[in-house]
């Protein structure tokens, strides 16, 4: 069983920056993929950016340049560097973790971090 706790949440003047955190309960060295979701009001939730054990890093196309998705196996963490925030980027953003098992892939959710970015 993952435990996913998640930092770093708030409020953020639109073109500010945020960096959000996530520290597993377990050593992450083994977890195919970290990543980071969100959910805004009334939409459903979806990737921002992941990162793989092999290396493999993912960014969604309003991800790029902006954020950056950053794994630190020591720390058993995930982080996640938000720059040039929008009011569109109000959400819910969400710790996931995937684990691949003899049953398949298991998912892990931490508690979600809201951030609104006011118009």
């Known amino acids: 069983q993952v435990q996913l706790v998640e930092s770093g949440g708030g409020l953020v003047q639109p073109g500010g920056s945020l960096r959000l955190s996530c520290v597993s309960s377990?050593?992450?060295?083994?977890?195919?993929?970290l990543g980071w979701y969100r959910q805004g009001p009334g939409d459903i939730r979806g990737l921002v950016a992941s990162?793989?054990?092999?290396?493999?890093?993912e960014y969604r196309k309003f991800a790029e340049g902006r954020f950056t998705i950053s794994r630190d196996n020591a720390k058993k963490s995930v982080k996640l560097q938000m720059n040039t925030l929008k009011p569109e980027e109000t959400a819910g953003y969400f710790c996931?973790?995937?684990?691949?098992?003899?049953?398949?892939?298991?998912?892990?959710w931490g508690q979600g971090s809201q951030v609104p970015v006011p118009s």
């Open positions: 996931n973790a995937q684990e691949n098992s003899t049953s398949g892939i298991k998912q892990y």
């Open positions: 377990v050593d992450i060295t083994s977890i195919y993929q």
């Open positions: 990162s793989r054990n092999t290396g493999e890093i």
